[in-house]
T-cell receptor, first 114, second 119 residues
Framework: AQSVTQPDIHITVSEGASLELRCNYS??????LFWYVQSPGQGLQLLLK??????LVQGIKGFEAEFKRSQSSFNLRKPSVHWSDAAEYFC????????????FGGGTRLMVKP | KAGVTQTPRYLIKTRGQQVTLSCSPI?????VSWYQQTPGQGLQFLFE???????NKGNFPGRFSGRQFSNSRSEMNVSTLELGDSALYLC??????????????????FGEGSRLTVL
């Protein structure tokens, strides 16, 4: 069975600082990996996805993520955080042939200090 | 283009009752998935429908059911409500053109959810 671990429940960064959110997955085959963001009282929005090819993927809002098979990781990064980035971030894994049945990590809540 | 619409947004029920939640996907989207979000268990997959057929089902009891109509709108039903069913129920639609297009999978557009409180 696939699983996703986000080791950091809460992270606080200063506005303008860089950000890295960690994600580790467990999956037997080539995973389909995603990062979603959820603002308070909202549904989730897809930031980026990785299926194959270049291991560094670019997403919306200036986010990027790097797939590292050897470490079973898919960490999310942003070079300079804005106050509007404060939200909860979810990493997810899918099996491709299992359609839209995703397994989500527990989430990381990001707070941004002025 | 209108997003995914879920109704009702908030509802309160008592134990033993049943509830029906509705989801209207983005126009043209044929796949609808449902997820339950709770503080303790996080986001868990309930089921996915594609062209009126249930394609996948998560590990939930039979009290949780769903269906999809010919216009892609979907409903989920929870019968004999328990306190633990209190959660945010999220619907997501996907532009999955056919079941073999794996590159379309996982790109979900979520609604704002229906928050169910069971007393």
């Amino acid at each position: 069975a696939q699983s996703v671990t986000q080791p950091d429940i809460h992270i606080t960064v200063s506005e303008g600082a860089s950000l890295e959110l960690r994600c580790n997955y467990s999956y037997g085959a080539t995973p389909y990996l995603f990062w979603y963001v959820q603002s308070p009282g909202q549904g989730l929005q897809l930031l980026l996805k990785y299926f194959s090819g270049d291991t560094l993927v670019q997403g919306i809002k200036g986010f990027e993520a790097e797939f590292k098979r050897s470490q079973s990781s898919f960490n999310l990064r942003k070079p300079s955080v804005h106050w509007s980035d404060a939200a909860e971030y979810f990493c997810a894994v899918g099996a491709g042939n299992a359609g839209n049945m995703l397994t989500f990590g527990g989430g990381t809540r990001l707070m941004v200090k002025p | 283009k209108a997003g995914v619409t879920q109704t009702p947004r908030y509802l309160i029920k008592t134990r033993g009752q049943q509830v029906t939640l509705s989801c209207s996907p983005i126009s043209g989207h044929r796949s609808v998935s449902w997820y339950q979000q709770t503080p303790g268990q996080g986001l868990q997959f309930l089921f996915e429908y594609f062209s009126e057929t249930q394609r996948n089902k998560g590990n939930f009891p039979g009290r949780f059911s769903g269906r999809q109509f010919s216009n892609s709108r979907s409903e989920m039903n929870v019968s004999t409500l328990e306190l633990g069913d209190s959660a945010l129920y999220l619907c997501a639609s996907s532009l999955l053109r056919d079941l073999n297009r794996v590159l379309d999978t996982g790109e979900l557009f979520f609604g704002e959810g229906s928050r169910l409180t069971v007393l």
